[in-house]
């Protein structure tokens, strides 16, 4: 099945309670250090992915212990690699102490089932996760629900952990968990934008645009190792606007092409056998990615229910109906909601760019004689540095005839290294070419804005 909505990324986070005296989880667990040496209570099958990591199999439910005695029960990234979602839970170690008594009071046992425990299930990419085998095989041959997205995503991951079977409830109610039972915590809506790259948009934001107002962050979504002899890309990548460090907004422009190398070699690169074929053959695709010549640029708008903050899902979702707590449904399924991820794409670069990106578009003919900044260091070196230096002061908004008298008198540089500095860049045609990026650049960000319209 193609799923081609724009939400991509969806987090659920809501409180639960555990009955059945807690056994029913603890039970199941298998520890990190056992899953090492293979030693797995309740195992799955990595048919599809393990080449990449090694291990054929993975546990159902992994479990860590802190130093503080609470255990973080949560699926290993190779079930995240394999099944396309991850769970995650802290639970307190006095519970897990309580569930292994022989015999407990009246008082343990309410404890057990009174503590509230928040459950966290993360699906990295709902695109990426409908073209997975294991969601194919779930569709094809166990799934009978209804035709929503919703029904499909949640029956998927039910099928795999019965929450049931766990002993995991509503907390509110003695009531099985249900897929609007867990809020939304994280909304990502996103869309591929190709024939530009990343260091085009920090470019032409530089010089265009709203971001001064706005707290501009780069941002790495790739870390390099200095210790694996790894080649990653440890630059940034990627581009982030949000408003202080606790934003429920947060619009992004990053390299998606680079994005998938680096997660192949974080989620499949073996972390104890460096010198084997499967590390080799993630350094390859790292390397690859890093010399070759991308050109899927990603757009994403990132939505949050922060504490302490207004909730940026309700708020952005509301204004499309009536103000109410927005569920999985209806970011998937509710058709008054359709529109909405494309309101919140066009209103991400309206506030960005401003009117710039409302205006008809110049229609430049691409790579006829653009130039990037990158390419004129590239092919000038030192010279490039002064033209580079040039091209800001016009970006400020200096006029040309003011420019090299603002260079001579105020900056007290020499007439003739003026002079001399002019004709270069007039002989060569560099301002005109550094332009023509910029406009080729904002052309495709206004062709995006009118198609979301």
């Not at 190792?225 to 990548?237: F, I, K, R, V």
């Not at 104890?272 to 390397?287: F, H, L, M, S």
Request: glycine share 8%.
């Amino acid at each position: 099945m193609n799923y081609n909505g724009l939400v991509d990324t969806i987090k659920l986070r809501g409180p639960v309670r555990l009955t059945k005296g807690g056994g029913a989880l603890f039970s199941r667990i298998t520890l990190n250090r056992d899953y090492k040496v293979g030693n797995i209570k309740n195992a799955l099958p990595t048919d599809y992915t393990e080449y990449r990591h090694g291990y054929n199999e993975v546990p159902e439910i992994s479990a860590v212990q802190q130093y503080n005695g609470n255990f973080h029960i949560h699926t290993h990234k190779n079930f995240i690699a394999e099944y396309g979602y991850g769970i995650f839970m802290s639970v307190p170690g006095t519970l897990y102490y309580m569930s292994s008594l022989p015999n407990r009071t009246a008082k343990q046992d309410k404890m057990l089932t009174g503590t509230k425990i928040y459950l966290d299930i993360n699906i990295p990419s709902v695109s990426g996760l409908f073209l997975m085998p294991r969601m194919e095989d779930y569709l094809a041959s166990k799934y009978d629900g209804g035709a929503s997205i919703s029904d499909m995503l949640w029956g998927y991951i039910t099928h795999i952990h019965d929450w049931e079977r766990y002993g995991i409830r509503r907390y509110d109610f003695d009531q099985a968990l249900e897929k609007n039972d867990l809020g939304l915590a994280q909304v990502d809506i996103a869309q591929n934008i190709n024939g530009r790259l990343v260091k085009d948009v920090m470019e032409l934001v530089s010089a265009t645009g709203y971001y001064a107002r706005k707290d501009l962050r780069l941002w790495n979504n790739t870390d390099g190792e200095g210790s694996s002899h790894l080649t990653t890309y440890q630059g940034p990548n990627g581009i982030e606007f949000r408003k202080g460090k606790k934003s429920t907004e947060i619009y992004k422009f990053y390299d998606k092409d680079l994005q998938i190398g680096q997660s192949y070699k974080d989620s499949h690169s073996p972390i104890y056998t460096p010198n084997d074929a499967r590390r080799i053959a993630a350094k390859r695709v790292v390397e690859g990615m890093e010399k070759k010549e991308r050109k899927v640029l990603r757009y994403e708008v990132s939505l949050r229910r922060v504490t302490s903050r207004s909730n940026a899902i309700d708020r952005k979702y509301s204004k499309s109906a009536e103000p109410k707590k927005i569920l999985l449904t209806d970011v998937l399924d509710n058709t008054i909601y359709s529109r909405t991820p494309n309101s919140i794409l066009r209103d991400g670069l309206l506030a960005i760019f401003g009117g710039e990106v409302e205006k008809e578009m110049t229609n430049i003919i691409v790579g006829e004689n653009e130039m990037t900044d990158t390419d004129v260091l590239k092919k000038y070196k030192m010279k490039g540095l002064k033209y580079l230096g040039v091209k800001y002061l016009i970006d400020q908004g200096t006029s040309n005839d003011k420019l090299w008298r603002y260079l001579n008198k105020d900056c007290q540089i020499n007439y003739e290294v003026v002079r001399r500095l002019r004709n270069d860049m007039k002989d060569e045609g560099v301002i005109g070419k550094m332009k023509d990026n910029h406009i080729a650049t904002m052309d495709t960000l206004k062709r995006v804005y009118r198609e979301l319209g």
